[in-house]
């Protein structure tokens, strides 16, 4: 049904449908600006591809509350290497504006933070990180900023994930920190520029690959869909033998 064809309808001009669209759309615009998280609708996506990238130096700008670092932690060392909780054998680094955010739990998972904007930061950072993480941060820089932001982090990172709301509310300070302020809505458009990139659907974020393996990536992406698309055909008209071959084959 489209959105013409809803307005038309009796049953959506109904208060109790009205008062469910506002409370819709209220969650919409301000599920983005609960710091220092963000929301958990993308999380398949991002930790699907930071396991596909598999990097053995990681950094993360913007670390609020480490959720990122953590599932990057979890799924690349003790599902990949299977390893112990003493013995890490991957780099995960992280730039945090604001130290309040900091916690124990940082300090388990992370092998650095640096504290301060990372436009300061990066320039003096010695190591090239396989992945370089922007999740719900480039919101929060200028256009100008985050251009000049990106073009350390290409100088910094063989890979970059970038996410940033499709739908983003007004924000000033939050938690008493003036970094948590929203100031450029950034669109596809910003990044049509950029040449080795590709884009991951997600109803609530844009979400950017961009680097080195965005082609080995992004074939990856397009034969699993293939797959998933074949097996849900057979599966719907009932060849089940046909499917269980077809999974070994494939």
Not at 6 to 11: D, Q, T, Y
Not at 149 to 165: A, D, M, Q, T, Y
């Amino acid at each position: 049904m489209f959105e013409s064809d809803c307005k038309n309808n009796a049953l959506f001009r109904m208060p109790w449908i009205a008062l469910l669209n506002n409370s819709i759309n209220f969650a919409r615009n301000t599920i983005v600006s609960i710091m220092p998280s963000s929301h958990y609708f993308q999380l398949n996506e991002i930790v699907d591809l930071i396991s596909l990238t598999d990097p053995g130096k990681l950094l993360d700008i913007g670390v609020g509350f480490g959720k990122y670092g953590l599932l990057a932690r979890e799924y690349l060392e003790l599902w990949k290497d299977g390893g112990d909780y003493q013995k890490w054998v991957r780099q995960i680094d992280g730039i945090e504006a604001f130290k309040p955010y900091l916690t124990p739990v940082h300090k388990f998972i992370y092998n650095n933070i640096f504290i301060g904007n990372a436009l300061d930061i990066l320039p003096d950072l010695k190591d090239r990180y396989d992945l370089i993480l922007m999740i719900d941060v480039f919101e929060h820089f200028t256009y100008q900023d985050g251009m000049n932001l990106f073009r350390e982090c290409r100088k910094k990172g063989k890979n970059i994930l970038i996410s940033v709301p499709i739908t983003m509310s007004a924000q000033e300070a939050v938690f008493g920190n003036e970094f948590e302020t929203h100031k450029y809505a950034w669109k596809k458009e910003d990044f049509n520029d950029i040449p080795d990139k590709f884009f991951v659907c997600n109803v609530k974020s844009t979400i950017c690959y961009i680097g080195e393996d965005s082609s080995r990536i992004k074939k990856i992406l397009k034969k699993r869909r293939s797959r998933e698309r074949i097996v849900s055909v057979l599966d719907f008209l009932h060849l089940k033998r046909i499917v269980k071959l077809l999974l070994k084959w494939m």
